[in-house]
């Protein structure tokens, strides 16, 4: 529902125009509320036709339509599940008096390159046009969270919006960017620097696809939930360091439970900061993101997100640490339920230096504070559990940290 739009007048209460007075004297302000809602559902086998998840998410505000509906797929789901497209095929045949399938799935390159590809962005709006999609059709995107990112700054552009609805197939995005409401492409060497926020329509999280990602990249998407945690919930890391060999041999039992608590502290973050559209300088969220998304880039995306989110989080820890906020024992205990699941805890790009021979780590930090607008704002930590917000980094503690990681694990 929206809110009634207000209207206020700087002068004079009465509807009377008074003498001498100009359209210069009136200030008018508009004011729109508008919630935003939307399931995340956990369930397995989303296109068994004996699973009616995807069915009735679809169908839930309008029950007594047929409902038109595009999907997306990620290469890389596409070779890990290469019936995949006929499991589509056969499900929607099962509920056609409901949905219809307007054209076999679109597959799209996966991975870091969906998201500097412009040529796969105009293809995509290509598709879509072809097929007819409108403002009341689903946009159905199955992939991991490049893909996601892609193909959903794609939706939310188009017609000024799709119904989109995200089937994230890695662990970092049914436990981070896939339940949140970001979408974006990387542009002149930046990540994301091109995007929106737009909240799906639905998640549908199924578990069956993390059993054939390879171990790297589900050891890698590990690293969000172990991030949620030292900013949100001291009881959740504890019970990784307990689970860190589980995780590591990618137990079932212990991959589910770390990914839907990773979830359930992401979209309460969402919903309680105050600021889900990050309109203000803190982002909380992105503890260890300045040295990530800069390692990234460095590393001409050699590394995962995840890989480079772990990187990033020794860094900051450490930095704590030279700054006085964080306790050496609590940071022994971050770093080595890293090491133990499995993350890495140094690269040597983090080293790499311009022609003028300074770091370019350190340019990370302004790149950071531009995408996000106003003050420079890092989260550092004061323990487990609880960061703590500055507004400036010194360059010799970020060296300090640097060669202290160096040190021990390179």
Known sequence: MVAPISFYRSINASDQEPRGSSSADRVYVQRIGVP????????????EPSNPVLRDVITRLEPDRRHRVFIVVDSGVAEAWPELDQQI???????????????????VPGGERAKHTPELVDRLYGRIHDVSLDRHSFFVIVGGGAVLDM??????????????????????????????????VNAFGNKNYIGTFAPPFAVINDGDFISTLSDR???????????????RDPDFFGWLEARAQDLAERAPDAMDYMIRRGAELHMTHITESGDPFERGSARPLDFGHWVAHK???????????????????????????????LKDVALDRICHVMDRIGL?????????TDDAGQ??????????REHLGGRLTITLLRDIGEGVEVHRMEESRILNALRWLKDRWS
Not at 90 to 104: D, I, M, N, T
């Open 36 to 47: 935003f809602e939307y399931p995340v559902h956990f369930t397995r086998g989303a296109f």
């Open 89 to 107: 095929e056969h499900y929607f045949r099962c509920h056609s008096e409901k949905l219809e399938l307007l054209a076999p799935a679109e597959i």
């Open 151 to 184: 193909a959903g700054y794609v939706a939310a552009t188009t017609h000024r919006g799709l119904r989109t609805i995200r089937i994230p197939t890695t662990v970092l995005g049914q436990n981070d960017s896939g339940i949140g409401v970001k979408n974006g």
């Open 217 to 231: 990249d589900a050891i890698a998407g590990i690293a969000e939930s172990i991030k949620v945690s030292l900013v």
């Open 295 to 325: 390692l990234e880039t460095i590393s001409d995306h050699r590394l995962r997100h995840g890989e480079a989110v772990a990187i990033g989080m020794a860094v900051d820890s450490r930095y704590s640490v030279e700054a006085g906020l």
């Open 344 to 352: 890495p805890l140094w690269d040597d790009e983090l080293l790499s």
């Open 359 to 368: 770091h370019m780590i350190l340019s990370g930090l302004e790149e950071f």
